[in-house]
């Protein structure tokens, strides 16, 4: 085995390091660091160029660490030499326990870090490649998927103790590469930014303590991650609809297409090409082609035809597991949209959650009344529309703020809700001061004459919240609130559930469809799967009016124009 010391190299060098099968420990200097590892060569690992570019990855979005030709480089510091040379003897006493881990020295401070190392998101012809994507594997075997008492979650003591933030978090490659308490809201949250070429994303968390915010930001930086781009196999089929048929393929006009022409899609019509992967019909029993764009919200190549979002994303300690959580996802946005667009007049709940409680109380001290609403529809998943409506005299402030929540626990609903409008109020001022631009009344007074104007979800929240806005939430009415009543459904057992609700909704001419988006390296070390849930036929949740989606949707029964939605 060998050392190979590189002070001055190019991106596109690294992928020739140790190809030739014989196994090279590389020693790199770049600026004020140096960096061992990964070994590579002459057995399996990470290649260092994966290793590089996550690194360059977590540095900032702006480096160009896909250009092959960028130099990367510095001098090696003499006084770190014997530090250099005992780390060295380290990984060369046992070089297999370093293939996919680095060793970094600051030589500005002399400490050493070490740090696990993967193969890049979108897989690597030298250390992963991916798989085809193709029907077979797709193909879902069911089993019982039991519970852990008290909750809708299956045990998985692999996220236990600090083994999440252990296996997720690292400033240095990723794939989160920050943890952020927030401190300035009405409860302990948390926000997980993750490395990612579609811009900044993160996961967040928002309950009762700091420690669990951390435990729900992490795992929705894993939902976050998977749902982005394909990480699990490669796409290879690429066809139009009229190719495929019915019987291999979702129809496109059942997802709901753009409601108005967009410079960001193409027209559909079913002879239209675009690349499709394969999920599985739960309603069927069979695997289903799905447009991909309709599945992942990054930056996808290819034809698109509609704009996606993180709608029917789910993770969970299976996969079953994760399909009913995007199940409940794409129940809750359906019902907000159809009592929204449809002005269905909503049942009001009684808050009993002690969390909601304090919000509610939080909220009345800055002048809103906290109002929730059964959203239920014909999903029949319990669905929660929360509304803070203000009730003080200040002219500028915001008139209402929107959120929602859904699951088979009505009062974790609630939660849900509140937990979301009551940050989104706490949030507003401190959006305005940073973009006051943004939020000028002129500008939003604007969007609410050209509703065609709006872009941004920021924007769908703020011009609901004119005073002029208000009478497209006047058929909320806060009378005789009632409890909420949980569903008749089996909550010992995950895939009875899921069967459940694929049953019921299929009565509805409703087909479940998941898609595992499931990271092979989350998934071996910590038990974590992930899918998108697709039911053609339900309504999307979109942001910008240009990409709203509501057209061929025949359970949607407006009169008039559709006023845009104020969901956050």
């Known amino acids: 085995m060998s050392v190979v010391v590189l002070c001055d190299y190019a991106v596109g060098d ?10 090279v420990l ?40 896909r250009d092959d030709g960028m130099r990367v480089g510095g001098v090696p510091s003499p006084a770190h030499g014997p530090l250099v040379d005992a780390l060295t003897a380290l990984v060369l006493a046992d070089p297999d326990a370093y293939r996919d881990r680095v060793l970094a020295i600051r030589v500005d401070v002399g400490t050493v870090a070490e740090h696990p190392v993967r193969t890049r998101p979108e897989g690597c ?27 809708l979650r299956g045990a998985n003591p692999r996220t236990g103790g600090d083994a999440l933030r252990a296996a997720l978090v690292d400033p240095r490659h990723g794939p989160v590469d920050r943890l952020t308490p927030i401190g300035d809201l009405p409860l302990p949250a948390v926000s997980a930014r993750i490395v990612t070429d579609d811009g900044q994303q993160a996961g967040f968390g928002r309950t009762a303590t700091f420690a669990e915010s951390e435990r729900v930001a992490l795992f929705e930086a894993v939902e976050r991650l998977a749902g982005m781009r394909p990480r699990r196999t490669r796409t290879v089929l690429e066809a139009s609809f009229a190719e495929l048929g019915p019987e ?11 409601d108005f022409p967009s410079p960001r899609v193409t027209p559909y019509t079913p002879d239209t090409r675009t690349r499709w992967v394969h999920g599985w019909s739960y309603s069927r029993g069979t695997t289903v082609a799905v447009p991909e764009h309709a599945v992942y919200w990054g930056g996808t190549p290819g034809t698109r035809f509609l704009h996606e979002t993180s709608n029917g994303c789910g993770t969970g300690n299976s996969l079953t597991e994760a399909v009913l959580y995007g199940l409940f996802e794409i129940a809750e946005r359906d019902a907000f949209l159809m009592a929204w667009y449809q002005r269905t007049p909503l049942r009001a709940l ?16 800055l002048d809103y009344r906290l109002e929730c609403y059964d959203a239920t529809n014909d999903l029949a998943v319990p669905a929660v529309l929360a509304l803070a409506r203000y009730t003080g005299a200040a002219p500028s402030a915001p008139r209402a703020f929107f959120a929602a929540g859904a699951g088979v626990d009505p009062d974790a609903a609630v939660r849900s809700a509140v937990v979301e409008v009551a940050v989104d109020v706490e949030s507003a001022a401190k959006r305005a001061r940073a973009d006051p ?7 939003l007074l604007r969007l609410l004459r050209e509703p065609e104007l709006i872009r941004t979800m920021e924007d769908h929240v703020a011009v609901n919240g004119l005073p002029e806005a208000a009478d497209r939430y006047d058929f909320l009415r806060p009378d005789d609130p009632v409890a909420p009543a949980p569903p008749d459904v089996p909550l010992d057992d995950l895939d009875a559930l899921l069967e459940h609700y694929v049953t019921a909704w299929a009565a509805a001419d409703l087909e479940v469809i998941a898609v595992d988006l499931t990271d092979p390296p989350v998934r071996d070390r910590l038990g974590l799967h992930s899918a998108k849930v697709v039911v053609p036929g339900t309504l999307p949740m979109t942001f910008g009016e240009r990409d709203r989606r509501t057209r061929g949707m025949p359970r949607l029964r407006a009169t008039g124009p559709l006023p845009p939605h104020p969901f956050p």
Not at 44 to 62: H, K, Y
């Open 14 to 23: 690294l992928r020739h390091v140790g190809a030739d099968g014989v196994a």
């Open 248 to 258: 291999r393929a979702v129809d496109p006009t059942r997802l709901g297409l753009p």
């Open 125 to 151: 012809p030298v250390c992963g490649p991916l798989p085809d994507d193709t029907a077979a594997s797709a193909v879902v075997a069911r089993a019982p998927a039991p519970v852990s008492p008290g909750t």
């Open 437 to 443: 631009a943004e939020h000028d009344r002129e500008r």
């Open 350 to 365: 009684v808050v009993r959650d002690e969390l909601a409680l304090h919000l509610s109380d939080r909220l009345e001290q």
């Open 26 to 65: 590389p020693v790199r200097h770049d600026g004020a660091v140096t960096l061992l590892g990964p070994v590579v060569g002459g057995g399996p690992g990470v290649c260092l160029s994966c290793a590089e570019d996550g690194r360059l990855a977590a540095q900032s979005a702006v480096v160009p660490r």
